[in-house]
């Protein structure tokens, strides 16, 4: 059993718990340490999950939530709140269980704008709550965050060395506080009761610990300066030193405020130290007879530190008796086998539910509100062409809206120049990245729901694109990089080199995954996979600046790197195993190949529009006027996914059912959602181009118009396409695609030096006659096989 762990926090409290553990069998592994960087471990956190998850990693263990604050204070703390709701719900989409103890109800510091909004989002999410005394279930439900399984573990005891019993002869009653001092464990409390003791007792107070609150340090030193029976030591208590200050006090004081855990208190009865708390709930699970309870805040704990002044020797060794007592009954072993049976409770009832899943197949909820609304709502998404379509469109938008903010932030904090050159990157990266495939994306939308061994055909599938991407990217980098004088610098350095590789790699991994997902109609997981991607690419983008054109690929990489991992780790859990021999990978080859040779060169082909463009735009027209037309491309890019993401789900259903069937439906879906889209960037364009910068908006706003409405015209080529090759048209659907490489490239390229407009118009009318062209071959090639039909049934 392997289990996450996060965070990893000075507390002896978890590595007591995990040796325990790891004596059980149980793998424990820290998470969020994978570079000094704070803010880059939680922005890289869901990769690190899904890596984890793909290590075998079963269990995800949070303990506290503090590390979810980002830098900023105040500010960030709604972005904090989302990024926790964010790789709460990657939890889950990863198939981990997660488990959480209850240290605390809330967070003692605020660390989300609204925390007890964000404790119900974590109990919901929760496979197991965890608490350490049945009073912090009661808080939690009061809050409105009933965990739907939950069980109490004690929290174990701290080891001690031997300690001479309280209460040394001779010297004055020494009461001790020490602990991390915050507002809510009441220390100025205790200094204010401490300083109402008269004079004449044979008194002193110890306060030790390091307080990170300054206005809370400086009113504390403020307090003890007024009484030189007080001992204030701010700072960080060495581990050796523990033992001897525990040593040097009688009675240990705690004047918490409020509290859910106290590790302070079992801390101090491991030490053999009587305890003086207030009466909490919380506390209720102290040994009575190693303790004193008070009540009435200042003055409640003025009373109950005169009478423990009073104490003598037998009475403090009987209380340290009790205090020993009660740390020895309950072991290590015995908390770590408990919470280990916890993480087996949750994994087992998880794999009931999976293989309940798999016996009924797909579930739909209930409509908790009813009526015919929420029937008419179950109806229209019970059909897969539209539900499939819908989410494949929310995830356009997701990715359409992820790009404009990765380019607004790059267009607005980088140089143009940079801006240019990312674009050409990405463009090479794409064109690479869709030859490396070997038209193998096509192959799973086609055959994975039907063959044999489908995780065999998957992982084959992956593995070539993936090393042929990388041997053509290293190959084309190391050859033509020499040839670019007028580029930067860092283009031809190794390790440029080495990262443009790898994203051509995991560009091409990405692109066959998110096919096999469409296929085994997992565009749920599709959607969920590419926002994390989206949020660490844009999150990265700003703390990269000082990198220059390095932190813009770094930044593209990563979002790109984690929708990757997270993509393998989601098509693999919904590949059924094989039910009889696991198939040879050169007999799958042999078997599928075929298909997605025939398929290769016009994929190949049909990527060359987009890919090549941006590079025309370079060369001809320089890396300003790249990043100028690029930005309208993007934006124009929305509007082009609308018909590719439906004949997406047209063409994997159309291997179940007839494809006229849906066809009508898909043309009518398209131009539906395409025509008011359109007129809304033609008639926005200059205002949508103004958040990239007044330079975007002059220079591109003809270009944006005149890209947005080929759109209407290429809709009909994608249909064209989807049509073709869902009929095995192979032939045609290469000639096509070849066609239409050659008309917008020729056509852009010729009218490219009269601007980036003109440009525009090149590909418009490309666009057109693609699409005129594609008619008369769909005529004619289906004409023809009528023919042969009929001439087949003739000679029989």
């Known amino acids: 059993m392997k289990v996450l762990v996060f965070p990893r926090d000075s507390n002896p409290y978890q590595e007591l718990l995990h040796a325990g553990l790891r004596e059980s069998g149980v793998r424990v592994r820290y998470l969020g340490?994978?570079?000094?960087?704070?803010?880059?471990?939680?922005?890289?956190?869901?990769?690190?999950?899904?890596?984890?998850?793909?290590?075998?990693?079963?269990?995800?263990?949070?303990?506290?939530?503090w590390k979810f604050a980002l830098p900023g204070g105040a500010r960030t703390r709604r972005a904090a709140q989302l990024w926790f709701a964010a790789v709460l719900g990657l939890v889950r989409l990863l198939g981990l269980r997660l488990v959480w103890t209850a240290h605390n109800v809330l967070p003692h510091r605020p660390v989300f704008a609204d925390?007890?909004?964000?404790?119900r989002t974590l109990v919901r999410r929760c496979d197991l709550v965890i608490a350490h005394h049945s009073t912090a279930l009661d808080r939690l439900a009061a809050l409105g965050a009933a965990p739907s399984r939950a069980v109490v573990i004690p929290h174990g005891p701290f080891p001690a060395p031997p300690m001479p019993p309280p209460g040394r002869p001779g010297g004055p009653r020494t009461f001790l506080f020490f602990g991390r001092i915050e507002p809510y464990k009441g220390v100025e409390d205790l200094l204010a009761a401490f300083t109402a003791l008269p004079g004449g007792l044979d008194v002193r107070l110890v306060v030790a610990g390091s307080c990170p609150d300054p206005a809370l340090a400086a009113r504390l030193e403020a307090s003890a300066a007024a009484d030189d029976r007080v001992e204030l030591r701010l700072g960080r208590v060495r581990d050796e030193d523990v033992a001897g200050l525990f040593a040097v006090g009688d009675v240990v004081v705690l004047p918490f405020r409020?509290?859910?855990?106290?590790?302070?208190?079992?801390?101090?009865?491991?030490?053999?130290?009587?305890?003086?708390?207030?009466?909490?709930?919380?506390?209720?699970?102290?040994?009575?007879?190693?303790?004193?309870?008070?009540?009435?805040?200042?003055?409640?704990?003025?009373?109950?530190?005169?009478?423990?002044?009073?104490?003598?020797a037998a009475a403090l060794a009987g209380m340290s008796r009790a205090a020993l007592e009660h740390v020895n009954g309950t072991g290590w072993p015995e908390i770590a086998h408990a919470t280990r049976n916890g993480y087996a409770t949750v994994l087992r009832h998880r794999d009931r539910q999976a293989e309940e899943r798999g016996r009924t197949g797909e579930h739909v909820p209930p409509d908790p509100a009813g009526g015919r609304t929420g029937e008419r709502v179950r109806s229209f998404f019970r059909d897969v062409l539209v539900r499939g379509t819908?989410?494949?469109?929310?995830?356009?938008?997701?990715?359409?809206?992820?790009?404009?903010?990765?380019?607004?932030?790059a267009a607005r904090n980088y140089p143009v120049e940079a801006v240019g050159w990312l674009t050409a990157v990405t463009a090479s990266v794409n064109l690479l990245s869709t030859v490396a495939s070997l038209g193998l994306p096509t192959t799973l939308l086609r055959h994975l729901v039907k063959a044999d061994d489908p995780r065999r055909l998957a992982a084959i599938a992956v593995t070539a694109v993936g090393a042929i991407g990388g041997v053509l990217a290293l190959l084309s980098l190391l050859l033509l990089a020499p040839l670019l004088p007028d580029g930067p610098e860092l283009i031809r350095q190794p390790a440029t080199i080495v990262l443009v590789t790898a994203l051509v790699m995991v560009t091409a991994v990405g692109g066959t995954l998110d096919a096999g997902?469409?296929?085994?109609?997992?565009?749920?997981?599709?959607?969920?996979?590419?926002?994390?991607?989206?949020?660490?690419?844009?999150?990265?983008?700003?703390?990269?600046?000082?990198?220059?054109?390095?932190?813009?690929?770094?930044?593209?990489?990563?979002?790109?790197?984690?929708?990757?991992?997270?993509?393998?780790?989601?098509?693999?859990?919904?590949?059924?195993?094989?039910t009889a021999d696991r198939a040879r990978p050169v007999e799958l080859l042999?078997?599928?190949?075929?298909?997605?040779?025939?398929?290769?060169?016009?994929?190949?082909?049909?990527?060359?529009?987009?890919?090549?463009?941006?590079l025309e735009v370079l060369a001809i027209q320089g890396p300003q006027a790249a990043a100028y037309f690029a930005i309208a491309f993007q934006v124009a890019a929305f509007l082009n996914f609308i018909p590719s993401t439906s004949a997406q789900v047209l063409f994997a259903e159309a291997q179940r059912i007839s494809l006229r069937r849906y066809l009508r439906k898909a043309v009518a879906g398209i131009y539906g959602l395409l025509v008011p889209a359109v007129a809304v960037i033609v008639a926005g364009a200059p205002y949508i181009l103004r958040a990239f910068g007044e330079g975007y908006s002059a220079q591109a706003a003809q270009t944006l118009r005149v890209l947005a409405?080929?759109?209407?015209?290429?809709?009909?080529?994608?249909?064209?396409?989807?049509?073709?090759?869902?009929?095995?048209?192979?032939?045609?659907?290469?000639?096509?695609?070849?066609?239409?490489?050659?008309?917008?490239?020729?056509?852009?390229?010729?009218?490219?030096?009269?601007?980036?407009?003109?440009?525009?118009?090149?590909?418009?009318?490309?666009?057109?006659?693609?699409?005129?062209?594609?008619?008369?071959?769909?005529?004619?090639?289906?004409?023809?096989?009528?023919?042969?039909?009929?001439?087949?049934?003739?000679?029989?």
């Open 709 to 796: 409405l080929a759109a209407l015209v290429g809709a009909g080529n994608y249909l064209v396409d989807t049509i073709l090759i869902s009929r095995d048209r192979t032939g045609a659907y290469v000639f096509m695609n070849g066609a239409n490489a050659a008309l917008v490239l020729g056509l852009v390229a010729a009218l490219l030096p009269y601007g980036l407009t003109a440009a525009a118009l090149g590909w418009t009318l490309a666009q057109g006659l693609s699409l005129l062209l594609g008619a008369g071959v769909l005529i004619a090639s289906f004409t023809a096989g009528r023919r042969a039909g009929v001439s087949a049934a003739d000679r029989s």
């Open 517 to 578: 997902l469409v296929a085994v109609r997992g565009t749920g997981a599709l959607l969920a996979k590419n926002a994390a991607g989206t949020v660490l690419k844009v999150g990265a983008l700003l703390p990269l600046v000082p990198l220059g054109f390095t932190g813009l690929v770094l930044a593209y990489g990563g979002g790109t790197l984690l929708a990757c991992l997270l993509g393998g780790v989601a098509l693999w859990r919904r590949l059924r195993r094989p």
């Open 115 to 119: 925390d007890a909004a964000a404790r």
């Open 590 to 614: 042999r078997r599928y190949l075929p298909f997605s040779a025939a398929g290769y060169l016009a994929t190949a082909l049909g990527m060359l529009p987009s890919t090549v463009v941006p």
């Open 258 to 312: 409020e509290i859910t855990t106290s590790g302070s208190a079992l801390l101090a009865l491991a030490h053999g130290r009587p305890l003086i708390v207030p009466e909490l709930p919380a506390l209720a699970g102290l040994p009575p007879a190693a303790l004193a309870c008070y009540r009435g805040g200042v003055a409640g704990l003025t009373a109950a530190l005169r009478e423990a002044a009073g104490w003598d």
């Open 33 to 65: 340490e994978l570079t000094p960087s704070h803010t880059l471990n939680l922005l890289l956190l869901p990769a690190e999950l899904a890596a984890r998850r793909l290590a075998g990693a079963r269990i995800v263990h949070l303990h506290w939530v």
């Open 390 to 409: 819908f989410l494949l469109l929310v995830n356009t938008v997701l990715l359409a809206a992820g790009g404009f903010a990765f380019f607004t932030l």
